[in-house]
């Protein structure tokens, strides 16, 4: 069974704080893993990761893929409170291009 | 501009009632989706559609239908069958290519009371 396991579910830190998120997946037909953040709406794109190795960066977020080891983290530096909300990860599968997610880590960073 | 539309925002049902959520897209995208989401969980596939006339069952599709008359189209008719349908229910549609993109609708709140 396809499957996403992201950790820690829920994570409380202090503005300032830096922390890393994970990801690990089990799906077939691997095409990419995608990030998201989700405010109570729709979820926000962030990140596409396609090859191993490479780190993708966006101001103080950045990610990286390990697909030997069927794993990924985001990192977030120097958090502010509008970090919070709850971060989704997402493998792509090749073909029908379904996004298989997981359950998301909520994020609360306090002042 | 081009983008996914979803309606409506909020909506009500009596237990018993089919009900059926719209999804327009303006994106010439091929491929379309409907996602479940419940509270603290991530999203789950309900049904996609690759191309018109065509769709397949995701992982929850018992419950619910679809249709694909359209391109632009791809509306949920959440039926009596589904047995807990208070959720929020993201459309989304993506180009099917290897590039990213998938776009996400707004999303519906569904609660049956």
């Keep these: 069974e396809d499957k996403v396991v992201q950790s820690p579910l829920s994570l409380v830190v202090h503005e300032g704080d830096t922390v890393t998120l994970n990801c690990s997946y089990e799906v077939t037909n691997f095409r990419s893993l995608l990030w998201y953040k989700q405010e109570k709406k729709a979820p926000t794109f962030l990140f596409m990761l396609t090859s191993s190795g490479i780190e993708k960066k966006s101001g103080r977020l950045s990610s990286i893929l390990d697909k030997k080891e069927l794993f990924s983290i985001l990192n977030i530096t120097a958090t502010q409170t509008g970090d919070s909300a709850v971060y989704l990860c997402a493998v792509v599968q090749g073909g029908s291009e379904k996004l298989v997610f997981g359950k998301g880590t909520k994020l609360t960073v306090n002042p | ?113």
């Design chain 2, 1 to 113: 501009d081009g983008g996914i539309t979803q309606s409506p925002k909020y909506l009500f049902r009596k237990e018993g009632q089919n009900v059926t959520l719209s999804c327009e897209q303006n994106l010439n995208h091929d491929a379309m989706y409907w996602y479940r989401q419940d509270p603290g969980q991530g999203l789950r596939l309900i049904y996609y559609s690759q191309i018109v006339n065509d769709f397949q069952k995701g992982d929850i599709a018992e419950g619910y239908s679809v249709s694909r008359e359209k391109k632009e189209s791809f509306p949920l008719t959440v039926t009596s069958a589904q047995k807990n349908p208070t959720a929020f229910y993201l459309c989304a549609s993506s180009t099917g290519a290897s590039d990213y993109g998938y776009t996400f609708g707004s999303g519906t709140r569904l609660t049956v009371v």
